[in-house]
């Protein structure tokens, strides 16, 4: 299934850190990722019992690395075993290797085997990400070195796409998925895991320790108005053309609150909201608090709850945009103003 052609390359969209540009790229840097002697002599005897070589299994593993990061349903790679002497592109072969189907990861290796035959005294694979444009040969090489003791991925990456830290973390990829294979699993390669241990509890645990320290003492309404009297001019808010500082949202708040209040709202009211998201609710919802009582979201888009909900509560209004109270059977509307409240 796979294809090993000279034509045009076929785009890898390999996510950088900084976008592509027309100008050809001229800074290069190289780093290297050891998968360290245990994975290295798991990965040479789980090769060697199905008769297969290390070079193609770790090839593998780079392509479903690459397929995995760019979500393509075929790619594009450059093929080389003749060393760094090569970096320029000259003499390598584009291999087009199939992923749509989700392959097992011991098909895909069917896929790849045999495409690069190192040639070199330090025997090596260089798998090049081809770019869409033509602004470089490559923008990320890798090559694999088979040492004594271990094995090592090798890489040379643009420093004007590349971060070194993003190259590493591909790297540490290539190393987590292999231990994966070799552990036994027979996941399709989509499956297969890719983060270590540290990248999961980053994303699982540290990212999610969002706790924070709150003023349980203060109300929501108290501390907009403390920020409104802070920083009067700041945006509060933005809803699409629309955009309210927080002494503007402020404002029309205590506006609300002192009508609402001299409707009979206090502590013991409940006023229903039958808004659509947008400033009107924020300034709603604060109008009620500041008044005193107690905010329901009836929801702008379940009508034929509206009507029930009010009849089981004890309302003493309902807000809602004119156009809506007689639609949702709201009692009233504030003559010349853009709220019905009754």
């Keep these: 299934m796979k294809q090993e ?8 969209d390999l996510p950088v850190d900084r976008p592509r540009t027309a100008r050809r790229p001229t800074r290069a840097a190289r780093q290297q990722h050891g998968l360290g002697s245990a994975l290295s002599r798991a990965l040479r005897d789980w090769a060697r ?21 760019t979500g393509q349903p075929q790619l594009g790679i450059g093929v080389d075993g003749a060393g760094w002497q090569q970096v320029d592109g000259a003499g390598w072969q584009q291999l087009v290797v199939p992923v749509h189907d989700d392959p097992v ?26 770019p869409s444009g033509d602004v470089s040969p490559y923008e990320l090489c890798l ?11 090798r890489a040379c990456r643009l420093v004007d796409l590349f971060d070194a830290d993003t190259v590493t973390r591909l790297l540490g990829h290539v190393g987590t998925l292999l231990a ?9 390669i989509s499956r297969l895991p890719l983060l270590s241990e540290g990248e ?19 109300c929501l309404h108290d501390l907009f108005a403390a920020r409104a009297a802070r920083q009067p001019d700041a945006p509060a808010l933005v809803h699409g053309d629309r955009v309210m500082s927080f002494g503007e949202v402020n404002r029309a708040a205590d506006q609300l609150a002192q009508y609402l209040r001299g409707r009979g709202v206090d502590r013991r009211v409940r006023v229903g909201i039958c808004l659509d998201r947008g400033a009107d609710l924020l300034v709603a919802i604060l109008g009620v608090l500041k008044a005193g009582g107690a905010y329901v979201s009836l929801g702008a888009d379940h009508d034929r709850r509206v009507a ?10 309902v807000a809602a945009r004119r156009a809506r109270a007689g639609h949702r059977g709201a009692t009233g509307a504030v003559p010349g103003g853009r709220r019905g409240i009754r």
């Excluded at 019992?49 to 593993?61: E, F, G, N, P």
């Excluded at 994966?180 to 399709?188: H, M, Q, T, Y």
């Design 5 to 12: 052609t000279a034509g045009a390359p076929l785009p890898l």
């Design 49 to 69: 019992r199905h008769d297969l070589k290390v070079y193609d299994v770790v090839l593998a593993a780079v392509v479903t690395v690459l397929a995995r990061h």
């Design 105 to 130: 990861f011991v098909d895909l290796i069917g896929r790849v085997r045999g495409v690069a035959t190192p040639v070199s005294t330090a025997p090596s694979v260089m798998v090049g990400a081809m």
């Design 143 to 153: 090559d694999v070195h088979v040492e004594a003791d271990e094995i090592e991925l």
């Design 180 to 188: 994966a294979v070799l552990d036994g699993s027979i996941e399709p």
């Design 200 to 218: 999961r509890r980053t994303m699982l645990v540290d990212w999610n320790d969002t706790a924070t320290p709150l003023d349980h003492e203060s």
């Design 308 to 317: 029930a909900s009010v009849a089981r509560a004890a309302w003493r209004g």
